[in-house]
Antibody
Framework: EVQLVESGGGLVQPGGSLRLSCAAS????????MDWVRQAPGKGLEWVGR??????????EYAASVRGRFTISRDDSKNSLYLQVNSLKIEDTAEYYC?????????????WGQGTTVTVSS | DIQMTQSPSSVSASVGDRVTITCRAS??????LGWYQQKPGKAPNLLIY???SLQSGVPSRFSGSGSGTDFTLTISSLQPEDFATYYC?????????FGGGTKVEIK
């Protein structure tokens, strides 16, 4: 069974940092591109970023709203995905989901974690 | 960047109804369009990819169509478990983008 389990969320002050993790199991993690998607309370989905696999040199893409503040990384030996979030703003408050790429040649997400909550508040 | 606009933002329907949700892209995206279902407190679930391909395990009452800028998700006969919010997502170019969502409510 494919499983993605996020952790690392919490309450942080504006300007603070967190490292979110996503533990993957039930599939060959190293083969897949992976995404982070967030959802502010009561709002819609917002794509955060993507990391490709080793074959694509672990290249990354980011939304403009987080570029330069957020960094996606992965450790294939640990089947884990990470999101380092720095210089946090109030508007970064959201549920953060990790998601797996469908592997059909286009960027669709076919498996999602349950989410981890990040609250930015003073 | 490609903007995705969904309509309506909400729809009230009864079990057994046919429901249609539309999604419009701000520029042509071919068939690089997906649809997701999200229930309250849960993660999204992929229903349709490449505009009309049904994801494995998704009931056949869900179907997608369209190309270019205009797309449609149709639920042929609404079931109780289908009351949820639906999002479209373009996969043509980065940054990826989602529509604002359509909430399907019980009439």
């Amino acid at each position: 069974e494919v499983q993605l389990v996020e952790s690392g969320g919490g309450l942080v002050q504006p300007g603070g940092s967190l490292r979110l993790s996503c533990a993957a199991s039930g599939f060959t993690f190293s083969d897949h591109y992976m995404d982070w998607v967030r959802q502010a309370p009561g709002k819609g989905l917002e794509w955060v970023g993507r990391i490709r696999n080793k074959g694509q040199s672990y290249t990354t893409e980011y939304a403009a709203s987080v570029r330069g503040r957020f960094t996606i990384s992965r450790d294939d030996s640990k089947n884990s995905l990470y999101l380092q979030v720095n210089s946090l703003k109030i508007e970064d408050t959201a549920e953060y989901y990790c998601a797996r790429d469908l592997q059909r040649g286009e960027a669709f997400m076919d498996a999602w974690g349950q989410g981890t909550t990040v609250t930015v508040s003073s | 960047d490609i903007q995705m606009t969904q309509s309506p933002s909400s729809v009230s329907a009864s079990v057994g109804d046919r429901v249609t949700i539309t999604c419009r892209a701000s520029q042509g995206i071919g068939t690089s369009l997906g649809w997701y279902q999200q229930k309250p407190g849960k993660a999204p679930n992929l229903l349709i990819y490449a505009a009309s391909s049904l994801q494995s395990g998704v009931p056949s009452r869900f179907s997608g169509s369209g190309s270019g800028t205009d797309f449609t998700l149709t639920i042929s006969s609404l079931q109780p478990e289908d009351f949820a919010t639906y999002y479209c997502q373009q996969a043509k170019a980065f940054p990826l983008s989602f529509g604002g969502g359509t909430k399907v409510e019980i009439k």
